[in-house]
């Protein structure tokens, strides 16, 4: 099966600066790549996804870069307002039927 | 509202109940999913369902946990003997072949 590490698990940054999140995954065979917010009490929502034949996407101010050589991906967050606090959860899929997801960063966005 | 709905949004149960969720997914949705999300964790996989096909299934769900989607649109997840280690939120989601998934609010599970 699959296996997704995220770091760090909380991440405090000032209003303005940037975040960035980081997951591994270990199979090689996954090739789509969601990311999701999820504030608290409610339901995850999907932010942005990539997929394997794309290095970089990027929407306003979020951007997912993927490695498949070193099995990793990282979302950015630029220009981070306080509207950004939530957890964050990577998530790949695997053998098309399966998502498994990282355990989670709560991020803090300080005004 | 044309989005994923669940029923209960909260159930408090006694060990030893049986429970039943249901999951409405967005109508042209064929994919539909099934996860458990413990307090400080990510969503974990149950289980999969492609059209009424159940396709996948964790290990995670032993023999006391069915899941059902009998005409390929709407799910049911039934848990028999209820545990406490059950006490979690579960989540639906439905998609279509572009994998994007929508989640619906949960159903919050609290086993006595």
């Known amino acids: 099966g699959e296996n997704v590490e995220q770091h760090p698990s909380t991440l405090s940054v000032q209003e303005g600066d940037s975040a960035v999140i980081k997951c591994t995954y270990s199979d090689s065979a996954s090739n789509y790549f969601p990311w999701y917010k999820q504030e608290l009490g409610k339901r995850p929502q999907l932010i942005i996804d990539?997929?394997?034949?794309?290095g970089e996407k990027k929407d306003q101010r979020i951007a997912v870069t993927l490695n498949k050589t070193a099995k990793h991906f990282s979302l950015h967050i630029t220009e981070t307002q306080p509207e950004d606090s939530a957890v964050y959860f990577c998530a790949a899929l695997y053998n098309f039927n399966k998502f498994y997801f990282g355990s989670g960063t709560k991020l803090n966005v300080k005004p | 509202d044309t989005g994923v709905s669940q029923d209960p949004r909260h159930k408090i149960t006694k060990r030893g109940q049986n429970v039943t969720f249901r999951c409405d997914p967005i109508?042209?949705?064929?994919?539909l999913y099934w996860y458990r999300q413990t307090l400080g964790q990510g969503p974990e996989f149950l289980t999969y369902f492609q059209n009424e096909a159940q396709l996948e299934k964790s290990r995670l769900l032993s023999d006391r946990f069915s899941a059902e989607r009998p005409k390929g649109s709407f799910s049911t997840l039934e848990i028999q003997r209820t545990e406490q280690g059950d006490s979690a939120m579960y989540l639906c989601?439905?998609?279509?072949?572009?994998?994007?998934?929508?989640f619906g609010p949960g159903t919050r599970l609290t086993v006595l």
């Open positions: 989601a439905s998609s279509s072949s572009g994998n994007e998934q929508f």
């Open positions: 990539i997929r394997s034949n794309v």
């Open positions: 109508s042209e949705h064929n994919r």
